[in-house]
Structures are given as C-alpha cells and as structure tokens.
C-alpha cells in the first residue's frame, strides 16, 4: 500500500509539471496574441489551425537548434544554470493543495518563500558564468530587484499570515468563505500583484533582460535548449505567481473552475502590462521598493498584529 502510495504520489508529481509546461506553452501564445491585438496586428496565424501549434513549433525548432557555448566561460555552471532555474520554478507548483495532496503540508507558504528565494542564485550563475559584461550587469540588477522585492512580497504574506495564523495554504481557504482578502486589504493586492511583476523580472521591471541597455541581459550568451528553459522557467513563474494572487486574494477555492478561470485572467494581466507600460528608470525601481513598499507592507503587517493581538485581548477578557 506505501509503495502504491508512493508511485501516485509520483504520478501525479509528473502529471502537474507536464501540465504546467504545456500551460507555459499556451500563455506564450496567449501573450503574443494579446501583444499583437494591442499593437493591430494578428499575430501568429500560420502554423496549424488559427495558429494554436506554433507554441510546439518554437519548441521543437529551440531545441534542435545548434548550442554554442562562450569560450571563456565556466561551462559547468553555464549548462547547469538553466536547468537550476527550470527544476526550481516546477518544484514550487507542488505545494499548491490540489485534491490529489501533492507535497501540501502545514509549513506549504516556508516552502514557497524557500523555493522562491533560491532561483535568485541561478540568474547570478547564469550571469557571471556567461563571462560577459551584458550577462554580469543583467544578474547583478536581477539578483538587486528580486532581493529588493522579495522583502514586500514576504512582509505582504506575513500580513495573511498573522491573520490566518497558519502556513498552510488550505487554511487561506477556510479564511475567504465569507469575504475575499482582496476586498478588506486592495492596497495589499496591488503591492503584491506590482511586486510579483518585479520578481519575475516581467516589463515594466524587466531591467535583468533591458534589450536597449544590455542586448539581452543575463541570458545574452544563451541559445537553443538553454535559452529555451529559461524561457520556461520565466513563464512558469508568472503562472505560479499568479495562482498565488488568486490564492491569498481571490477566494482561494481549489475545487471550483472558478479559481483556474481567475488564474487565467491573472495571466492575462501580465501581458496586458507588458502590452501598456514602458519601462521604469532602475533607480526608481529601488525607490519604489524601499521607499514606498516597504513602508506600506510594514504599516499593514501591524495593523493586522494589532488587530489580532487586540481580538485575543478582548476573547480572554
């Protein structure tokens, strides 16, 4: 019976990351329809029917494509890198409590933070094993923005946290029966919903892939399979990031359509950002992050301390 356990365990493992990847495939030509309507255009039509195998087209011709590696580079971890950054964006999906268990357990937000945390050291290896100047410069302001942004994304979470009491996932659940977080605390959606832009390095706060500034940021020397699984691990993050908005936000109901129908949405937000707004001057991102964000999230965290420290005055009494 355990080793049955076990083997559906990991079933299911692999059933969620070949979905998530083919979901990754679609919010790429969700993206690059949504782009091309904004700027009258169509957009990819060709391949196939109306356009919808041209995700499967890209992948196949990224990675048949040749790979070159820089000759002064640290080959190890510049081949290794990308694959890091991949296996990290995946393996946070697991502590997502769907009906089938998956990883879901009491310390599931630990475990998130954990894995959101680590994918900071890929971009800086990808950078500087590169050994190039556009790689180094792109890293350095990734590993900045992230480290940067983590902090008001953390404090938002501690927030729910402390309202929830809990770091369990399925408990925000049981929290939103009555009235979504998004309707007591908007200020706090949208620092997390800005702040989830800046951690997955998304426009206006794509600085570690500035085209203008730095050719193409921390991933200039990559090509084929390894700028293919860059490319996935991105767009996953932005999938997981925005399950995390509908989550702590949105009702979280793992159980009803509608959470995949306001996944979608979320998503589609991303690109519609992207579609709209220029990008930021750097130092104003750090303005941002440290001069207005921080504030707010710590002035908000407590508030609701208070708040709960005031209810537990008041039930003892």
Do not use: H
């Not at 499967?56 to 000759?71: C, G, H, M, N, V």
């Not at 990308?82 to 393996?91: E, M």
Request: proline share 3%; with cysteine; charged share 10%.
């Amino acid at each position: 019976m355990y080793l049955f356990d076990l083997f559906f365990l990991f079933y299911g493992m692999v059933f969620l990351v070949v979905c998530v990847l083919v979901g990754v495939a679609f919010l790429t030509l969700l993206e690059r329809k949504v782009l091309s309507y904004i700027q009258l255009r169509k957009g990819p039509n060709k391949v196939g029917f109306l356009g919808i195998p041209q995700p499967f087209s890209d992948a196949i011709k990224l990675f048949t494509k040749e790979q070159t590696y820089p000759f002064m580079s640290n080959y190890s971890l510049y081949y290794l890198s990308p694959i890091f950054n991949l296996v990290l964006s995946l393996l946070v999906w697991f502590c997502i409590p769907f009906f089938s268990g998956f990883l879901s357990f009491s310390l599931g937000i630990l475990y998130f933070l954990c894995c959101a945390s680590l994918s900071v050291y890929t971009v800086m290896l990808a950078g500087w094993s590169s050994n190039s100047n556009y790689s180094m410069l792109g890293s350095m302001r990734a590993v900045a923005q992230t480290i940067s942004y983590e902090v008001s994304l953390a404090l938002t979470l501690l927030s729910f946290l402390i309202l929830i009491m809990s770091l369990n996932l399925m408990d925000l659940k049981i929290y939103q029966s009555m009235v979504w977080f998004i309707v007591i605390s908007f200020p706090l959606c949208m620092v997390w919903f800005v702040s989830s832009l800046a951690e997955t390095n998304r426009t206006p706060f794509d600085f570690a892939e500035g085209e203008s500034e730095l050719v193409s940021g921390f991933n200039v020397e990559y090509s084929g399979g390894g700028f293919a699984l860059i490319f996935l691990a991105e767009y996953s993050s932005i999938l997981f990031m925005s399950m995390m908005c509908c989550l702590l936000f949105l009702g979280s109901n793992f159980f009803s359509i509608l959470i995949f129908i306001m996944l979608g949405f979320m998503s589609f937000l991303w690109v519609w950002v992207r579609g709209t707004l220029p990008r930021f001057r750097y130092d104003k991102l750090m303005y941002l992050a440290w001069k207005s964000y921080l504030p707010v999230t710590l002035n908000y965290f407590l508030f609701f301390l208070g708040m709960k420290i005031f209810f537990f005055m008041g039930v003892i009494l």
